[in-house]
């Protein structure tokens, strides 16, 4: 089992930023790939970037050169940067882990509003 606790969520204007986390906790195995998604009122649930244990990344085309996800394995966490945020980045993001099974978190919501 793992548990997954997303953070860092909340209101900013448009050109703002804001850094999610993601902690994974329980059986974490050393491959794996844990990721980013984001689900907007009424839209289907997309990938937003993905990582993984050997650092290789996944950007989806429209946060490419915006957003960067990292890791720190020490913490067991991931983490979204997200830079030069839009209204259309608004959307309930989580956290996901994929090691032959799928874990997700909670969920954290972000909204960019002027």
């Known amino acids: 089992q793992v548990q997954l606790v997303e953070s860092g969520g909340g209101l900013v204007q448009p050109g703002g930023s804001l850094r999610l986390s993601c902690a994974a906790s329980?059986?974490?195995?050393?491959?794996?790939?844990m990721g980013w998604y984001r689900q907007a009122p009424g839209k289907q649930r997309e990938l937003v970037a993905d990582?993984?244990?050997?650092?290789?990344?996944n950007y989806a085309d429209s946060v490419k050169g915006r957003f960067t996800i990292s890791r720190d394995n020490a913490k067991n966490t991931v983490y979204l940067q997200m830079d030069s945020l839009q209204p259309e980045d608004t959307a309930v993001y989580y956290c996901n882990y994929v090691r032959f099974l799928t874990y997700w978190g909670q969920g954290t919501q972000v909204t960019v509003s002027s």
């Open positions: 329980g059986t974490i195995s050393s491959v794996y790939r």
């Open positions: 990582i993984t244990s050997s650092d290789a990344t």
